[in-house]
């Protein structure tokens, strides 16, 4: 899953200026001018290595739920071995370019009784005065499932349920709330994440490689799953489906469509009655989107939210604060290393026809 690719890109709109986190307790930290950088946006973590961040409004705050990167004595490898974080941190801020607030460790992998390792990127949800946080770790047999945790509030800290979510099964949860309440969660990654060793939902190995079970480059992609929460938010409320990702002549997007095909990193956010559908292609590096009419799709290929960053893995989340849509995502601009990434944000646009503009996240 970790071969590394970097690519410089062109100028585009620059965040206004933003404050780096120093730990537990809130601080306001001046940032290296973004007129000098290279990088469009600064990092909104400083003092930890932070990745994957999934961003929501609650409260009328903006909260943020990375996944928690950590050095590793585990060899890289194209399965993200050498992913293997082991905790989640809540932040939060009044506003963009707000000082950030680090609420502490809010879940361990000690405290899952069912999760033994690599607890990859999360997301929260809210329903009647509970916080819900959803997490993929792999199990005792190094298969990954995907969990729930329950708060009191958005911050947490939160308590895992002693068993992951049934029929659920590879990485990245994403939780969609629709305008009449109804809660989706989309999911899956490949390579890795482990979506190819699955066919009907049914776990099926495919050899040990990143590749093997993946369809042929001339048959359609593997798509990522999704299925409408039950009522209490702890399990699905229907089988998993897989979601298609279509072209413009309504073919599905094949397998060997690397810049347009999903690879991870599944996000819906709705806009003007569409819905819009952005994941990650992995090996390429783009965070693309497609749209539709409802929230089981079809979805239709559009084109990139944003190109690749330095770095090579790409994950982000979409989110309204005060009539303004933003883009959260992360880079290496700390380490320069794969393994150590840091959350950022920047400002989106959607155009007057509902497509979204393309942010270059580097400079020249």
């Not at 629709?178 to 776990?203: A, N, P, V």
């Not at 990702?245 to 599944?266: K, W, Y």
């Not at 950022?344 to 580097?362: C, R, S, Y």
């Amino acid at each position: 899953m970790k071969t590394r690719l970097e690519k410089t890109l062109l100028l585009t709109a620059l965040l206004p200026f933003v404050i780096f986190s120093c730990g537990p307790k809130t601080e306001e930290k001046a940032v290296e001018s973004t007129e000098t950088s290279k990088f469009l946006n600064p990092p909104l973590i400083s003092d930890l290595f932070t990745a994957d961040p999934s961003a929501h409004v609650f409260e009328g705050k903006i909260y943020i739920y990375p996944s928690h990167d950590v050095e590793s004595d585990v060899k890289e490898d194209d399965m993200g071995a050498h992913f293997n974080m082991v905790d989640y941190h809540v932040y939060s801020m009044e506003k963009p370019g707000g000082v950030i607030t680090d609420h502490g460790k809010v879940l361990d992998v000690a405290d899952v009784a069912w999760a033994k390792r690599q607890m990859w990127a999360p997301d929260a949800a809210e329903k009647d005065g509970k916080y819900f946080l959803y997490f993929p770790a792999k199990d005792a047999n190094d298969i990954f499932k995907i969990g729930v945790a329950v708060s009191d509030e958005p911050y947490g800290p939160f308590v895992a349920n002693p068993e992951p979510m049934k029929g659920t099964f590879s990485i990245d949860p994403a939780v969609f709330k629709d305008d009449d309440g109804s809660y989706f969660m989309y999911w899956g990654g490949i390579w890795g994440g482990q979506l190819q060793q699955y066919r009907d939902g049914k776990h099926q190995p495919v050899g040990a490689g990143p590749t093997d079970g993946i369809p042929a480059p001339d048959q359609p992609s593997l798509m990522p799953q999704m299925a409408k929460l039950a009522d209490d938010m702890m399990e699905l409320a229907e089988a998993a489906k897989p979601v298609q990702i279509l072209d413009s002549l309504g073919n599905p997007i094949l397998a060997g469509d690397n810049n347009r095909r999903f690879f991870e990193a599944a996000w819906m956010h709705k806009y003007n009655g569409k819905y819009y559908l952005s994941y990650s292609t992995g090996d390429t590096h783009f965070i693309a989107y497609a749209t539709g009419d409802n929230p089981y799709g079809p979805f239709t290929y559009q084109g990139v939210v944003l190109n690749p960053v330095q770095g090579w893995t790409n994950h982000h989340s979409i989110v309204e604060f005060e009539g303004k849509w933003y883009l959260f995502y992360h880079d290496t601009e700390l380490a320069n290393k794969t393994h150590l990434r840091n959350i950022k944000m920047t400002e989106l646009v959607h155009n007057e026809d509902g497509t979204i503009q393309t942010i270059e996240p580097m400079r020249k």
